[in-house]
């Protein structure tokens, strides 16, 4: 009998950047098309551009026509809903974001990802201010969300806790100086690997594409990798589970061949 397992999805971190152009996009691709071609080589994409500013409706429109069925986009939320000292206080601008025309993107739409700055750190009653926030349903939709923190005074049991009453997964980030957390909360993981190299074509040595290739499979189906650290103990439920994995690096040169490299593994 086949092991159940849940969606894996890998991708990269925009589709707008120029270094790409003759090295994953062809050459004379006009530049109108670069996110059809993207969405034909990956199957997920990490929008940056909503952390910055507003987007609006047209363009989630736009965006949601130009990719394939099964394509999923995940979201940054706005830097004006995490950059602040009382999260508490950021329900006018999560309301905002999804009153942009977020839910234009339809069945393309997957996780909203809400980065904390590195000099933010634990308060568990602010940050549980904070999850509460963050609607669980829109018009009938129900909504994901993860959560990347980035100080290391997060790495107690006491997060963890929290994140698991309000079913919010902590972004496994894989960097140099930015705790990784591995601790399972909801019913997907989101994981960014930051440590590709541009001298690298595949953006990450064969051995490595394979470990976290097995990782993916091994959350897709419930379990827990062995090899990556964690905060508290307790295990899960075991249950499928969707992945979201992005290749996001300094210079992102070869995150795309990364992303195809992964892909091609995990099939």
């Given at each position: ?35 059809a071609y993207a969405a ?152 960014r690997l930051q440590k ?20 993916f499979q091994c959350w ?48």
């Amino acid at each position: 009998m086949a092991c159940r397992s849940g969606n894996i999805y890998i991708g990269i971190g925009g589709w707008t950047f120029p270094p790409w152009r003759g090295i994953f996009y062809p050459d004379k691709l006009a530049h109108a098309k670069e996110l059809a071609y993207a969405a034909s080589k990956l199957t997920s994409i990490e929008i940056n551009g909503t952390y910055y500013g507003s987007q609006k409706p047209e363009s989630f429109r736009k965006w949601a026509r130009e990719v394939p069925d099964g394509f999923v986009f995940s979201l940054k939320g706005p830097r004006f809903a995490t950059n602040r000292r009382g999260l508490a206080e950021a329900g006018d601008s999560v309301k905002r974001f999804y009153d942009s025309g977020v839910l234009e993107l339809g069945d393309r739409l997957g996780p909203v990802l809400w980065q904390f700055a590195p000099t933010k750190a634990f308060d568990e009653a602010d940050f549980g201010k904070f999850l509460e926030l963050l609607p669980r349903k829109l018009e009938g939709r129900a909504l994901r969300h993860a959560v990347e923190v980035r100080h290391h005074s997060f790495c107690t049991p006491a997060f963890i806790s929290l994140l698991r009453q309000f079913q919010v997964p902590v972004v496994f980030a894989e960097h140099g100086k930015y705790p990784a957390i591995a601790d399972i909360a909801a019913d997907f993981v989101y994981a960014r690997l930051q440590k590709g190299s541009d001298e690298i074509k595949t953006c990450y040595p064969p051995k490595q594409l394979d470990a976290w290739a097995k990782r993916f499979q091994c959350w897709a189906t419930g379990d827990e990798p062995d090899d990556l650290p964690r905060v508290d103990g307790a295990q899960p439920k075991k249950v499928p589970r969707d992945v979201f994995a992005y290749m996001i690096h300094e210079g992102k040169v070869h995150a795309p061949a990364g992303a195809m490299e992964l892909i091609a593994r995990v099939k």
